[in-house]
């Protein structure tokens, strides 16, 4: 599998090559203020499958578990990218809209206690009010530590 993420202008650019670990849609308030967007829908992958070109603007902030989150933008327009996780031995988390070719398949909504006003989440799909539920959270420990 091969898949490119890049913001609008194209200064920027991210290559993944291969599947991701977990894909999830995030409803922390942080997701929502970096991306502008009532919710963000994530495809987690392993750093060393992902290789990035041109310049990028970072804010670190702390996440749910206490460690830092770096948040990547475009240093020329300036928009969101992915943001990298230091919880998830810097995991690389890319919004899926940015990539191509690929198809997102949620498996769970995550930190939905902070979801957005009027926000709607399907019944039928995996819902946690705060991080990913344990057999996720498993699996993306195993995914980025081996």
Not at 37 to 49: E, G, H, I, M, R
Request: with cysteine.
């Amino acid at each position: 599998m091969e898949a490119s993420a890049s913001c609008s202008c194209g200064a920027f650019q991210l290559v993944v090559s291969a599947p991701p670990v977990a894909q999830l849609v995030c409803h922390c308030s942080e997701c929502q203020t970096f991306s502008g967007q009532a919710f963000v829908n994530a495809a987690f992958f392993k750093k060393s499958d992902c290789r990035m070109t041109g310049q990028t603007r970072v804010e670190t902030l702390v996440g749910g578990t206490g460690a830092e989150k770096l948040h990547y933008s475009c240093d020329s327009c300036g928009e969101p990218v992915y943001v990298q996780v230091k919880a998830l031995n810097g995991a690389i988390a890319v919004m899926s809209d940015k990539l191509s070719p690929f198809e997102f398949t949620a498996e769970a909504h995550i930190w939905t206690g902070q979801k957005a006003a009027g926000t709607e989440i399907p019944s039928e799909l995996l819902q946690s009010a705060g991080a990913p539920p344990q057999e996720i959270v498993e699996r993306m420990i195993n995914g980025f530590w081996k």
